[in-house]
């Protein structure tokens, strides 16, 4: 793997030089004694970006989605999400395993979900319908290609949930990738939502970890469910110290990431085995074949020590990160010019 120019996922990169330094000078204790002083300053620094009040540090973004389900639900209650979601997708099934709760899918333009959609899905008070609980919103939306929302579109969303005092969660996993794009403020989104979850191991170049944040009693709640579910690290803030990096050195830099997408996507545009490209607004590409199986494509890739993954039976995802330099980009750009002359 060590040659290998990996596009599976932004998950795959490692530590820098720099932030493995500063993992090594974390000032540590344990955490679930809430004695990690390193944690502590992850979790207010993060809180303070999103104007939030308090934040709780975890091992994953799937665990932090399942806290906020938990303690924004009761069992026998539904959640509306779109059906491309990532709480909904890829966490094992964990809103009817962890919480109870019934899901109601709705389908917007590449996930992202309008005032008027989620209206459509909230219940009537009828004892045939489990009771409307809880709206998640994904940002950026994974299985959209990277499509995301702007603050201008939440806030309507956020208004109909007042409304029906429905909360509002924020699957955050590449929270910085939207606000990049859209040039929005961080410190709006508290004003908005009751929870969010920021991962710090995507984009961000963290090895490990998310952060969940809310007010200060649904953080209390939290704790207790982190628990429950086995995310009470003891001596983490070595990771945490990984995330305080990450926010402070590799936000910026996102935007390198969306300009090799953009270049990636204006190259497969053009590939006669490409049947369709899906817009590209921030680091994620994918793109559906003819005359070609995904397989075949792929293993061609792999030939040439490049990794992508299937995203469906006839589309493929291609996700940018900070290891994806402009010499991988060329090489990347090189082989697919030589897929397309040739049969794989």
Do not use: W
Request: proline letters at 3%.
């Amino acid at each position: 793997m060590k040659n290998m120019i990996d596009l599976r996922s932004d998950t795959v990169t490692k530590p820098t030089a720099e932030m493995l330094e500063a993992m090594m000078q974390a000032e540590v204790g344990d955490d679930v004694f809430g004695e990690d002083p390193t944690v502590r300053a992850l979790e207010e620094k993060t809180a303070q970006i999103f104007g939030m009040e308090a934040g709780i540090f975890c091992p994953s973004g799937t665990m932090t989605n399942q806290i906020a389900i938990k303690i924004l639900t009761q069992p026998q209650q539904e959640v509306i999400c779109d059906k491309r979601s990532h709480i909904y997708n890829y966490e094992g099934g964990g809103i009817a395993f962890n919480s109870l709760c019934s899901v109601r899918l709705v389908d917007g333009p590449r996930g992202i979900l309008s005032k008027e959609e989620i209206e459509a899905a909230i219940n009537s008070d009828d004892i045939h319908y489990p009771q409307t609980a809880l709206v998640a919103l994904e940002n950026t939306v994974n299985k959209g290609g990277g499509a995301y929302y702007t603050i201008d579109q939440i806030i309507p969303i956020a208004d109909l949930c007042k409304k029906h005092q429905l909360p509002l969660h924020l699957d955050g996993a590449r929270v910085f990738n939207a606000l990049t794009a859209s040039s929005d403020d961080a410190n709006d989104y508290g004003k908005y939502f009751n929870t969010i979850s920021v991962c710090l191991s995507k984009g961000l170049g963290a090895p490990v970890g998310s952060v969940l944040l809310g007010s200060q009693e649904l953080i209390k709640k939290a704790k207790r469910v982190r628990k429950v579910l086995g995310g009470g690290m003891r001596q983490a803030g070595y990771l945490a110290a990984a995330g305080i990096y990450a926010l402070d050195h590799h936000v910026k830099r996102l935007t390198e990431d969306h300009q090799k997408a953009s270049v990636l996507a204006d190259h497969l545009k053009e590939m006669s085995l490409v049947h369709e490209v899906l817009p590209v607004e921030t680091n994620i590409v994918i793109f559906s074949l003819h005359n070609i199986s995904t397989t075949d494509f792929l293993a061609g890739l792999k030939e040439k020590d490049i990794l992508a993954i299937p995203f469906g039976k006839h589309d493929i995802r291609m996700v940018t990160h900070l290891e994806f330099d402009d010499a991988k980009l060329e090489k990347v750009l090189n082989v697919l010019k030589k897929m397309d002359r040739k049969p794989v």
